[in-house]
């Protein structure tokens, strides 16, 4: 059965939407959502999370029980949140992401599609599920396509990670990693400006707008210290 979830105003909801959805497993925590939130079709939101104003979903999006989600948070389409997760502020969750239990995320965080985070170090084994916690992953942080986050990882913040990157260790503030494992690659102001790296298809108005530009030599793409 499900419970009754309050919800503020301007609520703009799909037809199978379902909010309070009842857990297996027992929850005290009381369940609110805030004001101007969007729910498009297939979302189930669980009884015992609190999500705040300006929510938005895309189809077929899962939110667990005992969740606590911030204001102006997107979560798109066949995206699983899991139970027990903390969402800050302004943190975009894109397609087909999967957040494990216990996961930390960080305000203005961004996860592209395809991320997949972790949170069991042994899994199927009871010692191990005693210690289940997924990753925190700092403020403003940036993963690409189909990465991976480990358990107990922490990603600082305003780092970027690489497309099909496995986080396996801690990065710290403000780098590039990527790779598998992801390892330190440069720092983020280090970044080269985005005019230097593409240029425009005149021939697409649509679609494939843009290329990247000509590698130059001596480029390399080694582990760099960072001070």
Request: aromatic share 6%; charged share 20%.
């Amino acid at each position: 059965m499900t419970r009754r979830m309050p919800v503020g105003e301007g609520l703009v909801r799909d037809r199978g939407v379902r909010l309070g959805y009842p857990a297996d497993r027992k929850v005290d925590s009381p369940s609110s959502l805030g004001d101007d939130v969007r729910l498009r079709s297939g979302t189930v939101v669980y009884a015992g999370s609190r999500i705040g104003h300006g929510f938005q979903t895309g189809h077929n999006v899962v939110v667990r029980e005992e969740c606590l989600i911030g204001d102006h948070v997107s979560v798109w389409s066949n995206t699983v949140i899991d139970y027990g997760c903390v969402i800050g502020n302004g943190v975009k969750i894109h397609s087909n992401c999967y957040v494990a239990q216990f996961t930390e995320i960080g305000e203005r965080a961004f996860l592209a599609p395809g991320v997949t985070i972790a949170n069991d170090l042994y899994p199927g084994q009871e010692e191990s599920a005693k210690v289940m916690s997924g990753p925190w992953i700092g403020p403003g942080a940036q993963l690409g396509v189909n990465v991976t986050v480990l358990p107990y990882v922490r990603i600082g913040a305003g780092t970027i990670v690489g497309a099909g990157s496995v986080v396996t260790r801690d990065l710290p503030d403000n780098v590039v990693a990527y790779g598998n494992p992801a390892v330190v690659r440069g720092r983020v102001e280090d970044l080269e400006d985005i005019g230097a790296r593409v240029a425009g298809n005149e021939t697409q108005h649509v679609g494939n707008r843009f290329r990247l530009k000509q590698a130059r030599a001596g480029d390399v793409d080694e582990p760099q210290p960072v001070p």
